[in-house]
């Protein structure tokens, strides 16, 4: 009842460098975003592959050559970890992202991530075909 | 019918003797079939008539009641005793101002609501004597779910985005200018589109999810955010690179 | 103290209030409008109604056919020239609502759907799944944002009308933020305060129904109407009070004793009906008052099921199927599943009736205006009265609507026809006055009587006394409860003296209106000395429309009981006559 004011809000201040431990799923999104790193630098590694790739056969040859290395063949592993998990989350929030839905009923969550799957597949086989794997 | 004591921690703030909140533990007899709110009203009448905080329906329908439970957003309505053990720590919502207590000032989200124009704005006006609109089963339902959103908040306190940037016009907004744009009866989307399709608006969306995993209305804000950027960036195409495609 | 001025000021942001609010906006862009509610408007407790809003637009149904329904589920009580705007009303008000882009559940050619509702001849109630009310009050809450001239003072709490020269010009209201006091000063006052059910224990009611627009209008010599009649809805979780809608019933849901015996045959309401196939007017779709007060002859006969949260009946509605019940009634079952742990897909829901609505009210006539000059009301804190002795369901939702906007016209018109200008010197000494009453309670100190205490022994003189059924004795040991809880109340001390958002002075200041609002209703109950609607007394089983075919009116005082005086019902067309419910079969 006063007529002075009283009010004095008080603001939390959220951690700017640590609120992703507050909860799992924080962890879970931050793993997620983490895995663009990996991603990124296996981007990189094709194009200095496209680069070495014009500069000649030898260089070329001596790329590869590099690629077998030990820690080479660890850096793949672990970028198709990742790869793979950010696939794997992404695909399975495509139902979120691109509802469907046909006559009144909205086509289940599973269908439209397994369709993700699908054609990942195809195109994952497609490219191995012209890459002569087969 | 069985009552056992529950510890309660519960933040208190008051702005005219605290510099900074603190908590306060209580010891509480209450049913077992009882949600944190009961637990909270006890304590209010029988234990500290001073302890605030806000409620009305008790059936998850006002949205008045959102806290932080055990650190997570809740409606303290639907937080049951049974589901929690040892100490159950009660805090205002996270990511708002704490007015008092369990009271947060909820401004921003207010204003940032009526940004988004959360209203019909018909496709074509027609006076009530011609009686209603026909929306098939099928239109009302794509939009039906986003309409069940009850303003309480939990998606603003879950979302990191809004806690770190509190300028991002967060999940519950943005659904509802989504609700509107996909009402078969809307017109209003471009007027909408200036709020929603910005960096404030959509495009500070990470897609953390976080949102929708809370939700106790199970209204998915994260699809809604996830439409609204795939439609905006159809939008984006169509005018920069097909200019003689008309929106 | 700051003053506020505008052209008009509601009290209220349920339903009625922003209906009211957008009437005034759309009428007169150049009218201010203040919008004033304790919560926030989404928080009102329109939010909780379920099953849907009557209005007739069926090609089979017909505006006669509403009327009779109305009058007669009213017990005759009903004034019948305001059913007759309110039915006429009724069907434009939904269409607007669903302009406004309200979700209506809809037929299969994009048409509204309708669903049957106790009482009804017709199915015309108009829903959205059995979030009626949430959804309707979301639309208007959401469309009053459109208009620039509505201005919303969110969490302020009106504590005083101000009343000079003969009429409403303003309130005092407490913003509960900063706990300072605001001087509205208003040429027209609508208050949407809603009803008064906190002042029972077992209550579908929201914590925020505790009749304060009532009691200020009351305390300012305003009459409340009927207040007697207090609607107990049937079928409410026994726990916790949560209303499972009527809808139930109308979608196909059976009542059951202990026996399995559909006992509502047994009270006028049959013969039974085959199950799943719901007639209207009959059994299950009877009246809520029949309904309720079946249960509790049942209940005497000890043929209820006894639980842990006492007796109930059971409410069946396993053969809908699992379909069916999450298209038309999720809420049902998920507030079953969570809050008493029965689903009723697989098993039958024990309920047992619980106070709903109050049918009396802020004495009003047809244009929603009060007998003070400036002051109008509407929604449930009003009497208008289309509801008479009982409400049927689906009817006061679309009650908001109607004369919501008709109180924003009407104070428009009010306002319009240039009353001259207020006295300020006069109304900021009287607003000075409604802060020291405040201000007193707020300081008081040697208090020796607990806010939670009075609250608590008001509520159970209220479910012990005034319920289904009442008595002469009840009745009056209720009236002299309720005047020495008004008395001891003047003995309460706050334990927060604090400013900024102080609950206890708010709940302190909520029980004193309950507490008025509790003696109009035990007082007009008790000189009502017939049985009629929801009102039913054992000592005085008969309708009497020789006494009493007229409303009574409860007059304040300050430190007494209420004067009741009473007034003719209006009939223009319908005689009073037998509410009959017995289906087709007759």
């Known amino acids: 009842m006063g007529e002075k004011m009283s009010r004095k809000p008080y603001v939390r201040e959220v951690p700017k460098y640590s609120w992703f431990f507050r909860r799992p799923r924080y962890m879970r999104y931050m793993a997620r975003e983490v895995t663009c790193i990996f991603i990124g630098a296996y981007t990189l590694l094709l194009l200095v592959g496209v680069m070495r790739l014009s500069q000649g056969q030898a260089e070329y040859e001596a790329f590869l050559a590099a690629l077998r290395s030990p820690v080479s063949v660890v850096f793949h592993l672990l970028a198709l970890g990742f790869s793979v998990y950010n696939t794997a989350t992404w695909f399975n929030v495509t139902p979120k992202a691109l509802p469907v839905q046909i006559g009144e009923e909205f086509l289940p969550g599973g269908v439209i991530t397994g369709a993700h799957y699908l054609g990942w597949a195809v195109l994952s086989l497609a490219v191995l075909l012209m890459a002569g794997v087969f | 019918m069985s009552e056992r004591v529950y510890q309660l921690e519960v933040l208190r703030y008051h702005p005219e003797t605290d510099s900074e909140p603190h908590f306060q533990r209580y010891s509480v007899s209450c049913e077992e079939e009882w949600v944190v709110l009961d637990a909270l009203n006890r304590i209010k009448e029988t234990i500290d008539p001073t302890l605030s905080y806000r409620w009305s329906c008790h059936m998850a329908v006002c949205g008045s009641c959102g806290m932080m439970i055990n650190g997570e957003p809740m409606l303290a309505c639907k937080s049951f005793l049974r589901d929690y053990q040892g100490v159950i720590r009660v805090e205002p919502l996270a990511h708002f101002p704490i007015e008092r207590d369990l009271v947060t000032v909820i401004d921003d989200f207010m204003d940032k609501f009526k940004r988004v124009k959360p209203y019909l704005i018909p496709k074509h006006e027609k006076p009530v004597s011609e009686g209603e609109y026909l929306q098939s089963p099928a239109q009302l339902k794509k939009f039906k779910q986003y309409t069940m959103c009850i303003n309480c908040m939990l998606c603003y306190a879950a979302c990191p985005e809004y806690g770190l940037i509190p300028k991002f016009l967060g999940p519950a907004a943005i659904s509802m200018a989504h609700r509107y744009n996909q009402d078969s009866r809307d017109g209003g989307r471009d007027e909408r589109q200036e709020e929603i399709a910005t960096t404030e608006g959509v495009w500070e969306c990470s897609f953390v999810g976080a949102c929708s995993e809370v939700c106790p209305e199970h209204v998915d804000p994260a699809s809604a955010l996830q439409q609204v950027k795939i439609k905006s960036t159809v939008d984006w195409y169509k005018e920069h690179l097909m200019p003689w495609v008309k929106k | ?586």
């Open chain 3, 1 to 586: 103290m700051e003053t506020i001025k505008t052209d008009v000021a509601i009290i209220g942001a349920g339903g009625a209030g922003l209906r009211a609010a957008i009437a005034l906006a759309e009428a007169d862009p150049k009218l201010s409008v203040a919008l004033i509610s304790k919560v926030y408007p989404m928080r009102s407790h329109t939010c909780a109604a379920e099953g849907g809003a009557a209005g007739v637009i069926k090609p089979d149904d017909s505006m006669d056919y509403h009327f009779n329904d109305t009058v007669g589920g009213g017990d005759w009580l009903s004034d019948q020239d305001a059913v007759e705007y309110f039915i006429q009303e009724a069907p434009k008000e939904l269409t607007q609502l669903e302009h406004w882009g309200c979700p209506w559940s809809r037929e299969a050619n994009g048409s509204v759907a309708v669903r049957p509702f106790g009482g009804m001849k017709k199915q015309r109630t108009w829903f959205a799944a059995d979030k009626s009310g949430f959804h309707i009050l979301h639309t208007l809450f959401q469309t009053s944002l459109r208009f620039p001239s509505i201005q919303r003072f969110d969490e302020y709490y009106a504590t005083d009308l101000i009343v000079d020269d003969g009429r409403c010009q303003g309130f005092t209201a407490i913003e509960m933020r900063s706990g300072q006091m605001k001087h509205f000063q208003a040429g027209a006052v609508i208050i949407a305060g809603g009803g008064a059910g906190r002042m029972f224990p077992f209550t579908t009611n929201g914590a925020v129904k505790t009749g304060d627009g009532m009691a200020l209008a009351y305390r300012a010599g305003v009459p409340l109407k009927d207040m007697e009649f207090v609607q107990y809805h049937p079928t409410g979780l026994p726990n916790t009070g949560t209303l499972l809608t009527e809808a139930c019933r109308g979608e196909g849901g059976i009542l059951v004793n202990k026996n399995g015996r559909r006992f509502l045959q047994d009270y006028g309401m049959g013969p039974e009906t085959p199950v799943g196939k719901p007639q209207l007017k009959t059994m299950e779709l009877g009246p809520r008052d029949r309904v309720s007060q079946a249960f509790w002859q049942e209940q005497k006969k000890g043929n209820m099921v006894s639980t842990k949260w006492g007796d109930c009946m059971m409410l069946d509605l396993r053969h809908l199927g699992e379909k069916k019940i999450d298209e038309r009634l999720p809420l049902v079952r998920d507030v079953s599943v969570s809050y008493l742990g029965v689903d009723p897909v697989t098993d039958p829901v024990p309920v047992r009736p619980v106070v709903h609505y109050m049918m009396g009210g802020i004495h009003t006539d047809i244009r929603a205006a009060t007998p003070l000059p400036g002051l109008f009301a509407a929604g449930e804190c009003a009497c208008v009265s289309i509801n008479g002795a009982n409400r049927l369901g689906s009817n006061s939702l679309t009650e908001l609507l109607v004369f919501g906007r008709r109180a924003g016209l009407s104070a428009a018109e009010y306002v319009r026809s240039g009353a001259s200008a207020g006295n300020d010197a006069a109304l900021a000494g009287k607003a000075a006055a409604a802060q020291a009453r405040i201000r007193a309670l707020f300081e008081k100190t040697g208090g020796r009587e607990s806010l939670a205490g009075l609250r608590k022994e008001m509520m159970t003189t209220m479910e012990d006394n005034a319920g289904i059924y009442r008595t002469e004795g009840e009745l009056l040991a209720a009236c002299a409860k309720l005047a020495d809880l008004r008395r001891r109340y003047a003995d309460i001390e706050l334990n927060d003296k604090t400013n900024v958002y102080n609950t206890d002075l708010l709940q302190a200041l909520e029980l004193g209106s309950m507490l008025d609002c509790a003696e109009a209703v035990t007082v007009s109950a008790l000189e009502r000395r017939e049985s009629r609607g929801a009102h039913q007394r054992l000592d005085f089983v008969e309708r009497d429309d020789k006494k009493f075919l007229r409303h009574s009116l409860a007059y304040y005082h300050p430190s007494g009981p209420p004067r009741i005086d009473y007034r003719d019902v209006v009939i223009t067309k319908s005689q009073p006559g037998v509410r009959d419910y017995s289906g087709d079969h007759k």
